[in-house]
């Protein structure tokens, strides 16, 4: 049974930072390309970062170049989102994705405020 569990998420002031994880189980983790996507409220869902299997590349939408970090440890199954500098414009559910070709893993989403 294939998981993808968040946790991390929570209610933070402007400029404040918080590290999302995933971590993941009945599938080999190391095999695939992870991803953290987000959804505001009345918004489309969009990607913020992936890295590939090795964690060698790493990819970032602009609206967070420069304040987060994807990062993964393949022992422990886990992929982090390093959240620096929030603005409120960061607020949302980030979910946690698994995706290869044929293979689309999704978790349930943890909420994430950025707010006084």
């Known amino acids: 049974q294939v998981q993808l569990v968040e946790s991390g998420g929570g209610l933070v002031q402007p400029g404040g930072s918080l590290r999302l994880s995933c971590t993941a189980s009945?599938?080999?983790?190391?095999?695939?390309?992870m991803n953290w996507y987000r959804q505001a409220p009345g918004k489309e869902r969009e990607l913020v970062a992936g890295i590939t299997p090795g964690g060698i590349f790493r990819n970032y939408a602009d609206s967070v170049k420069g304040r987060f970090t994807i990062s993964r440890d393949n022992n422990r199954n886990t992929v982090y989102l390093q959240m620096n500098s929030l603005k409120s414009e960061d607020t949302a559910v980030y979910f946690c994705n698994a995706k290869r070709t044929g293979y689309d893993y999704w978790g349930q989403g943890t909420q994430v405020t950025v707010s006084l």
């Open positions: 009945g599938f080999t983790f190391s095999s695939y390309p």
